[in-house]
Every structure is written in structure tokens, then in C-alpha cells.
């Protein structure tokens, strides 16, 4: 079975700081790896997701994301944040390569941009 | 392109009612997927319909249920409500049941039981 761990419950930041929300994973085969963000009253929107290849992927809205197999993570990082930033943001797995199979996501990082 | 349209938005219901949701999926998606998320459990799968039938389904009592129909739109069905299953369901679309094909969400379905 799969499971993920999101380190950081709340990541509150300056507008134009840099930004990392934390993603820890856990399973016994290969996985699929994807980051959402959830706007308030929104159902979610895919920022990025790893499949294979490249251990760093690139998403929309200057969002990007590193795959790392030996630390089993899947860090969500952006240089400088937008007050629209602001929202939840999601950690999904699922393993790789089978059908059938369904998103397991993480509790989730709300991540607060001022000014 | 019309994206995942869930219905109705919102609904308020009273314990022991039964309730019905609706999704339409993208079109030429043939996979729905159902989703309930709380603030205490987060995001669940519910279960997955391809094709008219059900291929995977997630750990929730029987009281939940769906179906989808021929032209990929779907239903889930809530019997016997309880206090605990206020929450938003969320409804995703994609074109096979595979994940190298992304989910498209809907806005989802805010229930509240009362």
C-alpha cells in the first residue's frame, strides 16, 4: 500500500520569497507522483505530476517539483510567490504502470502569501 | 472545452434522507472517479466507474453507491445519511483509467447533513 506524508500543515510566506512544501512517500513499488492546489469553494487543479524521466518536472504557474527515489520525496518549490498563490495544496500518489488504481493524497499544506 | 460539471453545488439534507449527486464528465472521457474530502480525513476515493462499469472502489460503508450510464455520465447515491458525511464530493474525469492520463475535477458537490 501507498501512503503520503505532507511535513507542513501551514507555510506561511512573503510575497516574491521563495517557497518549498514538503512531500514525503511510502510504498513497496513504483510510483506516480502529482502536486493539486485546491482554491477555496474549487474542486483541484493539476499543478504537476511525475510519471518517468526527468527527476524534475515543471508545472504551471512557475511551480516545480523534484522526484527523489532514495529520500522517497516529491518537494513542491517555486522562486518567488504571488499573493494568488495562496491556496491548498495537495501530494498524490498512486502506483505506477496499473490500471484500476486510485490517488492517494496527502492532508494537505496551506500555503498563505501577504504582502 | 466544457470542463467536469457537477450538480447541484450545493445541498442540504437531513439525517436518514438519501441523496443523489450528479457528474458530467469531459467529453470522450470514459473514466469517472469520486472523491469525498473532510477537514478531519481529507481526500478518499470513493470508487471509479469505466464504461459503465464499476473498476475499483474504496473503503466506504455500502450505503454509498453509484453508476454511470452510456454517454460516461455519472451518479453516486448516499442512502441513509448520517451526521458524517457532510463534505465536499468531488468528481474527476479522464480518458482511460490509467494515470499517465490526467484527472480533470469538477468543482464538486458540498453536502451538508443536518
Known amino acids: 500500500a501507498q501512503s503520503v506524508t505532507q511535513l507542513d500543515s501551514q507555510v506561511p510566506v512573503f510575497e516574491e520569497a521563495p517557497v518549498e512544501l514538503r512531500c514525503n512517500y511510502s510504498?513497496?513499488?513504483?510510483?506516480?507522483l502529482f502536486w493539486y492546489v485546491q482554491y477555496p469553494n474549487q474542486g483541484l487543479q493539476l499543478l504537476l505530476k511525475?510519471?518517468?524521466?526527468?527527476?524534475l518536472v515543471k508545472g504551471i504557474n512557475g511551480f516545480e517539483a523534484e522526484f527523489n527515489k532514495s529520500q522517497t520525496s516529491f518537494h513542491l518549490r517555486k522562486p518567488s510567490v504571488h499573493i494568488s498563490d495562496t491556496a491548498e495544496y495537495f501530494c498524490?500518489?498512486?502506483?505506477?504502470?496499473?490500471?484500476?488504481?486510485?490517488?492517494?493524497f496527502g492532508k494537505g499544506t496551506t500555503l498563505s502569501v501577504s504582502s | 472545452k466544457a470542463g467536469v460539471t457537477q450538480t447541484p453545488r450545493y445541498l442540504i439534507k437531513t439525517r436518514g434522507q438519501q441523496v443523489t449527486l450528479s457528474c458530467s464528465p469531459i467529453?470522450?472521457?470514459?473514466?469517472v472517479s469520486w472523491y469525498q474530502q473532510t477537514p478531519g480525513q481529507g481526500l478518499q476515493f470513493l470508487f471509479e466507474?469505466?464504461?459503465?462499469?464499476?473498476?475499483n472502489k474504496g473503503n466506504f460503508p455500502g450505503r454509498f453507491s453509484g453508476r454511470q450510464f452510456s454517454n460516461s455520465r455519472s451518479e453516486m447515491n448516499v442512502s441513509t445519511l448520517e451526521l458524517g458525511d457532510s463534505a465536499l464530493y468531488l468528481c474527476?474525469?479522464?480518458?482511460?483509467?490509467?494515470?499517465?492520463?490526467?484527472?480533470?475535477f469538477g468543482s464538486g458537490t458540498r453536502l451538508t447533513v443536518v
Open positions: 474527476a474525469s479522464r480518458k482511460e483509467a490509467r494515470f499517465d492520463y490526467g484527472y480533470t
Open positions: 510504498s513497496s513499488v513504483s510510483v506516480y
Open positions: 511525475y510519471l518517468s524521466g526527468s527527476t
Open positions: 498524490a500518489v498512486t502506483p505506477a504502470n496499473q490500471a484500476g488504481t486510485a490517488l492517494i
Open positions: 467529453s470522450g472521457h470514459r473514466s
Open positions: 466507474y469505466f464504461s459503465e462499469t464499476q473498476r
